[in-house]
């Protein structure tokens, strides 16, 4: 890539969106060992949303005549506390990929790489979208408290899709 700034920005990039797929994929398991089969289900697909957004970034990298780099990544976590603490960490990590994006798309500006620029506004949009889906399923969460029911209902509605997560 003409900038090797804005190259080390995507690689960087694409290393967070593996950790997010990592992560994510982490969640899943353990809920799914806890018989949260709704949130194992979603969290799944998210975690399948993130490898896809680390492929093509990937992708990207490479076919503008850069080198993608795969990272090596941490364990993620094993075990989580809740529900409510897996959609906090959710939201909490969206966060971060959202000033992680901004920082990418800052170095675009700053490089006058205005290519990588339009590129990467897909993924700006992209987070609005997360951040507000975790925003508001962590909101659902905190009105159902610890109610065993209101919880069994969350975990059921997420698998058929009938949480609202707009
Ligand atoms: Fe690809 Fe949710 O960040």
Not at 45 to 59: A, F, N, P, V
Request: proline fraction near 2%; aromatic fraction near 10%.
């Amino acid at each position: 890539m003409k900038s090797k700034k804005v190259e080390q920005a995507l690689n960087e990039q694409i290393k967070v969106e593996y950790e997010s797929s990592q992560f994510y994929l982490a969640m899943a398991s353990w809920a799914e060992t806890e018989g949260l089969n709704g949130t194992a289900n979603f969290l799944y697909g998210q975690s399948e949303e993130e490898r896809q957004h680390m492929l093509k970034l990937i992708r990207f990298v490479n076919e503008r005549g850069g080198q993608a780099v795969i990272p090596a990544l941490p364990e993620p976590p094993k075990s989580f506390e809740s529900l409510q603490s897996i959609f906090q960490h959710l939201l909490d990590h969206e966060m971060k990929v959202t000033d992680s994006i901004n920082e990418v798309v800052g170095t675009c500006l700053s490089e006058k790489d205005y290519t990588t620029h339009n590129f990467m506004q897909w993924y700006v949009s992209e987070q609005i979208e997360e951040e507000s889906m975790a925003r508001n399923l962590l909101d659902q969460l905190n009105l159902i408290g610890n109610d065993k029911g209101g919880l069994y209902l969350f975990d059921r509605d997420l698998n058929s899709g009938n949480v609202s997560t707009e």
